[in-house]
């Protein structure tokens, strides 16, 4: 359990204290699970894109299932603001564990409708239209997932680590990546193509369906940071109105910092096997290995840039990581484009994913560091849902009509470079105050 001190500057200071479930690693394994979830099944669905557009999709074009498919996948993140002002004002009413506990069986529910969903070919226009119900469930419940795992994350940091205390989060995230993009790799390479459009690629959506079980059932053991005086006050002042009120410039401000982490995310971690498969003529096993070298070093390396934003600050990491970003993707995507081979794919992923977790961890503390504990989980959900719901969600579908429109295969490069000056430029309009969320 954590109290809260007012700051001067009407921030509230935590002052740690023990806490139900220890150690720290299983608090931390508790709250990474549902975000986790959330990451193993966009993985498991970008990947299988193509097959879930041809069974729930059927169109003469390819491409034309393809777009359907990753547009459904898009429609989820509509729902994440919504989910978002309604949950993460929930979190902030009546506490995070709550909170949690409601979104990752929200969640588990979504993922088990596509696992177990009747094709068209059985129950016709019903079937996308189960697919589409079980994209907004995950999208609404994902919305307040991150935004109020990643408050408690911080508020249950010591005094000088929330950059490494958040930077499980995306750690946890990479080991999902590298679970889903695992299995969907081996049942590629050990089925055959009928098998694996018969059932096959149901089996990691029934795996995922048993994390909601178990992770609500380990939650439970989380004790509680949201104090019982700020749960009184947000109970009678709606934390939404407080914090559009006095929040607003933050909140926009912050959602554009986040840019080009959510659209970089959707584009090296779940669009890239597609991107290889259509446009460099990889094979999909082959292409999958692309993506578990991503999860492996997320795994590895975000705890690392959590360190070092801790000692550098978060403006000044996420700048180095986004310049970088954009210096380096044009020329990434050239080389892809000129060397179509694994062992290219497989070098240019690991120097991008060591790019992007440089900004992408620490923007996630930066998020947390905007806001007062009583607005906290309303703030970063509603700024991260707005970051995806704009510029990340929907990334698949806008670089593949982008590649389909201008026939070209650097076409992702120009997406994300947009979006990393975006990003940069947004930096100048939000505050840094090292420490100001520490204990004394």
Avoid at 58 to 72: D, M, N, R
Avoid at 364 to 384: C, D, H, K, N, W
């Amino acid at each position: 359990m954590q109290a809260t001190t007012p700051t001067a500057e009407g921030h509230d200071r935590i002052v740690t204290k023990p806490h139900a479930l220890a150690p720290t690693w299983g608090v931390v394994t508790a709250v990474v699970l549902g975000n986790g979830l959330e990451f193993f099944d966009f993985t498991v669905y970008s990947f299988f894109a193509s097959i879930i557009g041809k069974l729930y999709f059927p169109s003469h074009v390819p491409l034309i299932s393809l777009l359907a498919a990753v547009g459904t996948f898009g429609i989820g993140f509509l729902l994440r603001p919504l989910g978002a002002m309604v949950l993460g004002g929930y979190a902030d009413r009546h506490g995070r564990k709550k909170a949690m506990n409601l979104t990752i069986l929200l969640m588990a529910a979504g993922t088990g409708l596509i696992g177990f969903a009747p094709t068209y070919a059985s129950i016709g226009l019903a079937a996308p239209a189960i697919i589409l119900f079980a994209r907004m469930l995950q999208g609404f419940s994902a919305g307040g997932e991150v935004g109020t795992a990643g408050a408690y994350l911080v508020e249950h940091a010591p005094p000088g680590r929330r950059g490494l205390q958040s930077s499980w989060l995306l750690a946890g995230a990479g080991g999902a990546i590298l679970l889903g993009a695992g299995l969907g790799a081996a049942l590629s390479t050990v089925l055959s193509q009928q098998a694996l459009e018969s059932w096959g690629w149901r089996v990691p959506f029934i795996l995922g369906l048993l994390i909601g079980p178990v992770g609500a059932y380990i939650r439970r053991y989380l004790d509680e940071t949201l104090p019982e005086e700020v749960h009184g006050r947000e109970a009678r002042n709606a934390p939404l109105r407080e914090l559009f009120r006095n929040h607003l410039r933050t909140v926009l401000a912050v959602s554009s910092v986040a840019a080009v982490g959510t659209s970089a995310t959707y584009v090296l971690m779940y669009y890239m096997p597609t991107y290889a498969t259509r446009s460099l003529g990889l094979p999909m096993s082959t292409a999958l290995l692309s993506s578990c070298l991503a999860g492996l070093m997320m795994l590895v390396l975000c705890p690392l840039a959590g360190m070092i934003c801790d000692r550098i600050g978060r403006k000044r990491a996420i700048a180095i990581g986004v310049i970088a970003m954009a210096v380096l993707i044009y020329p990434s995507f050239m080389l892809l484009k000129a060397f179509p081979r694994i062992e290219v794919l497989l070098g240019v992923m690991s120097v991008l994913v060591c790019i992007y977790v440089i900004f992408a961890v620490p923007q996630i503390t930066l998020m947390a560091e905007q806001f007062p504990q009583s607005v906290r989980a309303s703030g970063m959900s509603i700024v991260y849902a707005i970051a995806v719901a704009i510029f990340g969600g929907f990334s698949q579908l806008f670089v593949t009509l982008l590649i389909a429109w201008t026939e070209s295969a650097l076409a992702p490069a120009g997406y994300l470079l947009a979006l990393s000056l975006i990003s940069v430029l947004a930096l100048f309009f939000v505050k840094e105050e090292p420490g100001q969320l520490d204990a004394e």
